[in-house]
């Protein structure tokens, strides 16, 4: 799947979804609301990653995927999903590696953009996190998939989650029975200093074992201003 156009109209899932009131231009809206009083147990430099400044338009985070590994499973299950495009099939070593962020144009939540470049593919996808109806957070995955996400907070760490996956379409969500979830999905941001951080990726079957692992360290750069 291409990437999506640069606003969120459009995009998986932008219809029949709960509406706010008012739109947020800070990314920090949406953990606050998700985390509630666990915000002010994130540590500083988390939420500041997470913070724009006056007139900044998305926060862009840049570095290396030290390791992008697949089992051999777990290629083909990325294979057979191309067309969602969440998952690349490669196995690679020093993957430059982009992640934007920025507000949805009403209420809160994320358009999301990771890129990856392969030695011989660029692999990049989108997908759009907002809170749903029960205050939980939904994230929306091209070609239908969208999966349900738990926050935690620990010691220099916010940890994302999965809650199941759905399959979802105007507005609607069909929850997907366990043998077909692509794994349990854990995503960590270590935070190592005031301007970097680490990310560890991985997606465990229940039945297949391990499917998935990525790690690498990043830093923001100077978000987009309008």
């Known amino acids: 799947m291409s990437a999506a156009p640069a606003g969120d109209r459009g995009l998986a899932g932008s219809r029949g979804e709960t509406r706010f009131p008012e739109a947020s231009a800070d990314l920090a809206a949406l953990l606050r609301a998700a985390l509630g009083?666990?915000?002010?147990?994130?540590?500083?430099?988390?939420?500041?990653?997470?913070?724009?400044g006056d007139g900044e338009t998305q926060a862009e985070y840049v570095g290396n995927m030290h390791q992008v590994r697949c089992t051999r499973l777990g290629g083909l299950f990325a294979r057979l999903i191309r067309y969602a495009r969440v998952l690349p099939h490669h196995n690679a070593d020093?993957?430059?590696?982009?992640?934007?962020?920025?507000?949805?144009r009403n209420g809160l939540g994320w358009i999301k953009t990771r890129t990856y470049h392969f030695?011989?593919?660029?692999?990049?996808?989108?997908?759009?996190?907002?809170?749903?109806?029960?205050?939980?957070?939904?994230e929306h995955f091209g070609g239908g998939l969208g999966m349900r996400v738990r926050l935690e907070v620990l010691p220099n760490r916010l940890v994302f989650v999965d809650q199941g996956f759905f399959l979802h379409w105007r507005g609607l969500r069909l929850p997907l029975p366990r043998p077909f979830w692509p794994g349990r999905f854990v995503l960590v941001h270590r935070d190592l200093?005031?301007?970097?951080?680490?990310?560890?990726?991985?997606?465990?079957?229940?039945?297949?074992?391990?499917?998935?692992?990525?790690?690498?360290?990043?830093?923001?750069?100077?978000?987009?201003?309008?």
């Open 37 to 52: 009083a666990r915000w002010k147990l994130l540590h500083p430099h988390i939420q500041a990653r997470f913070t724009l």
């Open 193 to 226: 200093d005031a301007a970097h951080f680490e990310v560890t990726i991985d997606v465990v079957h229940p039945w297949f074992g391990p499917l998935f692992h990525q790690d690498g360290t990043f830093e923001r750069m100077e978000a987009a201003r309008g």
């Open 119 to 138: 030695i011989d593919e660029v692999f990049s996808f989108r997908s759009r996190m907002i809170l749903g109806e029960k205050g939980e957070l939904l």
């Open 94 to 104: 020093e993957v430059p590696f982009r992640f934007d962020v920025q507000p949805v």
